[in-house]
C-alpha cells in the first residue's frame, strides 16, 4: 500500500523560500509520476508541478521561474523549491503519485505572509 507524506510547510515572509518534501512507502515509485498540487480555502485543487518517472517537469504559468520540482528515486522522496513566494502561494500543498492508481498525501500548509 502506497503511503504519502508530505513536509517543509510553514508561514513564511513574503519573498522568501520554502522546500517542501513527499516521502512515498510502498513499491512503484521510480515509475510513477509525481505531482504537486495545492488547494487555496474556497478554490479548486489545482496543478503546481509534476515530473514524470524520466524527469520531464510540467510547471503552472504562475509558478514557472519560482518554483522547482525534482526527485530522488533512491530515498522515494519528490521536492518542491519555492522562492519569491508571494500571498497568492498561500494554500494547502498536496503531493499525488501517479501511475495505474492515483494516491494523494495529506496535505502541507504553506502560508505566505505579506
Known amino acids: 500500500q502506497v503511503q504519502l507524506v508530505e513536509s517543509g510547510g510553514g508561514l513564511v515572509q513574503a519573498g522568501g523560500s520554502l522546500r517542501l518534501s513527499c516521502v512515498a512507502s510502498?513499491?512503484?515509485?521510480?515509475?510513477?509520476?509525481m505531482g504537486w498540487y495545492r488547494q487555496a480555502p474556497g478554490k479548486q485543487r489545482d496543478l503546481v508541478a509534476s515530473?514524470?518517472?524520466?524527469?520531464?517537469?510540467i510547471y503552472a504559468d504562475s509558478v514557472k521561474g519560482r518554483f522547482t520540482i525534482s526527485r530522488d528515486n533512491a530515498k522515494k522522496t519528490v521536492y518542491l523549491q519555492m522562492n519569491s513566494l508571494n500571498d497568492e502561494d498561500t494554500a494547502v500543498y498536496y503531493c499525488?503519485?501517479?501511475?495505474?492508481?492515483?494516491?494523494w498525501g495529506q496535505g502541507t500548509q504553506v502560508t505566505v505572509s505579506s
Open positions: 515530473i514524470s518517472n524520466d524527469g520531464g517537469t
Open positions: 499525488r503519485m501517479s501511475r495505474i492508481k492515483e494516491y
Open positions: 510502498g513499491s512503484g515509485f521510480s515509475l510513477s509520476t
